[in-house]
């Protein structure tokens, strides 16, 4: 360690001590201090991505995966706003991030340099706080802060702007690391848990949504208990950041998409919250409602901010469930769908895939029928969009494959939303990831034309056709893949879809199947 | 016209009344309403992009080339945020520009759906206006007000927010065009013009700068003038939104970026402000100055706000100037450079460039070399990266070959800031653009090596290297451009260069040409 020490050293070694290891980072000029420091404060990994939005989307992966908060380092205003979108989705999936944004001297901010724009403003919406650094001496402290917010449950986004004076600033030492002093998980009270017993106990169909931290496998663990116990169904809310599946754990159904098929999924039952929000339609449609459950129907038995897994413990317990839950069922072989279709992916993935895989899914094309089958594979981790901005997937994959270099890491994508962030490859080739990439490829935005066929549109009108088809002209995904440095194959048949998966699998680093759909 | 209108038709007729023709366009469910409004008003063409940046990129290039009104649509919060730095380039180039947000049915916001966040904070710092829409009835001022605003001098972006049901509800039809209402620019006072004319009487060294709107033809005639009758040099601002250049028009000098540069470059001139701003520093030095020219050495002849051109034809009639200005000196023809250099690009240009090219223009390998050399080229106009977010240069080229169908346009682009907005290249090839890109491979972070090695750091570090050099692996943008439908070479030599130019500017559609510089 160095005698004098400056802010950004300082910041780094302070997010060293509170657990930080990797920050994914797409710097300028404003930044060029702390990628210094990164020099000097080597246990921190940096990784390189070559658009703002793989960053911010890869950090979201990370944190989702491994628990612990992952730093970004984004340049000024521009460079953080092309990182928001996939904020906007870490911030709904509650994933700890600290953003670290490098901005003009102090001094320089009055004269409204080219650069120049207000941070705080485009930083608020995806935040739970923005500290604007001040002086190098309280650079710890503040970076302290911001861990404790980040990290304590269930999870934030803290974005830290680092004036570059204050980064060149003469820093006190950091001797010892600062304590997160984390705030705990609330549990739930006993009254809760009791009151959700005695509702279980009453006549009539029960469902218990599941979110949150609550999906891991201990969550899980106590929920097949409670099903056994209860004959509860066990739903997952529609778009889990992180949730445990197959094996040997409990078979979960998702919440459906639509309003219509939400109400029809869930009929008269009551509804306990375990981790999830009540359900909500995804948007707004004329006549029906937003809120798909009657207040009356609606119990809470944890908040994602309680500690929702030793709530269903402790419900497990008072509805006097055995304590090892059910035996699994051993999945029924499906019979191999005809033809090439998502159906026949998912049965390749189901036979492929390795235990302990981390799939990242984005787009509803593989995602349904994926997470349908999904208790039939081996013991895997699914990340889903949770926020619904676009361009999540592949670089949500990088993070994973970071987080947890042991684990083989899918990225189960639709093209359309791959477009956004496909940037994410090169780094995916860079890092010599194990990620193998099945872009789902059928040219077009199918949640669009499945939106615009519901409200009674006719597709073949030349405008509609134009904003919602990309096959004029289709893209090369295998082109696209080669241009950053990733392997890459088409397969438009089962068969050759099996084998490119093998090939996939098989390989170190990251692989790409083109799947195109008929 | 149908006998119903709903908001979303309110709001395009009164758009296509107030001259816009094109909307560049990355929908999703919340706009599908306006989608289908596209349909019905066929005036305005939609031009889709994969990526959000690439539709305010385009906006702000078919704004600086047309002087029209550009629109944008854009997804919620998150589909803004992904448009945002482009704006942010807009915003500082003045460009007009109307942003259509759909966002969430009024009554469906309060349920904090997954798409939901505060849009008016992530626009508010790249928007003059942020107007909610809050009656259908109401859609046609509202549309007005935001025309007003971002058509008056100098231009300004206005964003709209749009929820579906007032999109989808009653308008009373739009039966005329509603009163732009333009602000005029603002005519200089007489007195101001007259005390630069003394002032420019007086001996000693003299500096016109010029910047805005005076950089069009009309008015750099004017200038020439000034120059002749007064010897002033003659200065461009450092970023250009648009410029005319070549030909018979005078050479402007441009103004340098680092600040010892602009204070060398400047001497003890006394500097005359004709629609540039102060030469400010782009980013804040520790012991150099932000305000490169003390205040006593500045003069504003008009800003950017004023009308630029008149004023510098009045200062041209004040100091007695020849009508017609100085006959153009004949540039002296240049030796070809030795080896492949943006020294051999530039020359080829200079050679092939034909008459009223537009150049899109990103980054300081080919940017710097293109603008010391541009003055002995053909007529043309140039772009430049006006507010340093990157990712500007190939959507730029997009709105401005459909501003201007009839130009060749040339995208002068580094590789570094190409990836941003790569995506560009397929609303390129989707629409037949005749764009000859040019991507200067040089595999690095250039202008970060340069500020590191400016302030002492050794590049062989690994950690600066990892961070700046983009070389493992190599992008390979003849792939990448192909993987997007466009045709591709790559060029290492300036031979191969020049034929490789030839052969994109005689096509139709667009071209790319890696050009693999040592």
């Known amino acids: 360690m160095t005698e004098t020490m400056n802010g950004a050293v300082a910041l780094l070694r302070t997010a060293e001590a509170l657990g930080a290891q990797v920050c994914f980072a797409n710097p300028g000029t404003t930044e060029l201090v702390l990628v210094r420091a990164l020099e000097e404060v080597t246990a921190i990994r940096p990784v390189l991505g070559l658009f703002e939005g ?135 009270p006993e009254g809760q848990v009791a009151a959700c017993a005695q509702l279980m106990a009453k006549p009539g169909p029960l469902v218990l949504l599941i979110g949150g931290a609550a999906l891991g496998e201990r969550g899980l663990r106590a929920a ?15 778009y889990p950041a992180i949730v445990d599946l197959g094996g040997d754990l409990p078979h979960l159904e998702r919440l459906a998409y639509f309003p219509d098929d939400v109400i029809r999924q869930l009929g008269d039952a009551k509804v306990i919250l375990a981790g999830a929000r009540e359900p909500i339609s995804y948007f707004g449609y004329e006549g029906q409602p937003s809120q798909l459950v009657h207040a009356d129907r609606l119990t809470e038995l944890a908040s994602p901010e309680d500690d929702t897994v030793l709530a269903l413990e402790q419900l497990a317990d008072k509805l006097g469930a055995a304590k090892t839950g059910p035996a699994p069922r051993a999945p029924a072989p499906a019979a191999p769908p005809p033809g090439f279709s998502p159906a026949a992916i998912v049965e390749a993935l189901i036979a492929l895939m390795p235990e302990g895989t981390i799939v990242s899914l984005e787009g509803s094309t593989l995602g349904g029928p ?40 899918i990225s189960l994508q639709s093209d359309g939303s791959a477009h956004y962030t496909l940037q994410a490859l090169w780094t995916m080739a860079r890092e010599g990831l194990p990620i193998t990439v099945i872009i789902a490829a059928n040219h077009r935005y199918g949640i669009l034309q499945t939106e615009l066929r519901r409200s009674g549109a006719d597709l073949d009108q030349p405008v509609l056709d134009r904003l919602t088809q990309l096959d004029q002209p289709r893209a090369d995904w295998v082109a696209l893949a080669q241009g950053y440095g990733v392997q890459a194959v088409r397969a438009a048949d089962a068969e050759s879809f099996r084998a490119a998966l093998q090939q996939g699998l098989d390989l170190a680093g990251p692989f790409l199947i083109q799947a195109e759909l008929p």
């Open 370 to 409: 994926f997470l349908q089958q999904a208790h039939r594979a081996r013991r895997h981790r699914v990340m889903t969009n949770t926020g619904g901005a676009i361009g999540q997937g592949l670089p949500c994959a990088v993070g994973a494959a970071i987080a947890c270099p042991e684990a083989r890491v």
């Open 224 to 238: 097949a208990r409670i099903q056994e116990a209860s004959g509860a169904r066990l739903l997952m809310e529609p």
């Open 54 to 188: 793989v960053c911010t989307g890869a950090a979201d992966g990370y944190a989702r995966v491994s628990g612990r908060p992952a730093l970004t380092l984004l340049h000024l205003g521009p460079g953080f706003a092309n990182g928001v979108a996939n904020l906007h989705n870490a911030r709904r999936a509650h994933s700890a991030i600290i953003n670290i944004i490098g901005d003009h001297a102090t001094w320089h901010l009055p004269f409204d340099a080219p650069l120049t724009s207000d941070i705080e403003s485009l930083a608020s919406p995806v935040s739970g706080a923005v500290i604007r650094l001040n002086s190098a001496a309280h650079v710890a402290s503040d970076v302290a802060a911001a861990f404790r917010k980040a990290a304590s449950p269930p999870g934030a986004i803290v974005t830290l702007i680092a004036p570059t004076d204050v980064m060149e600033g003469s820093a006190p030492e950091v001797v010892a690391a600062p304590s997160p002093d984390l705030r705990p998980a609330a549990q739930v």
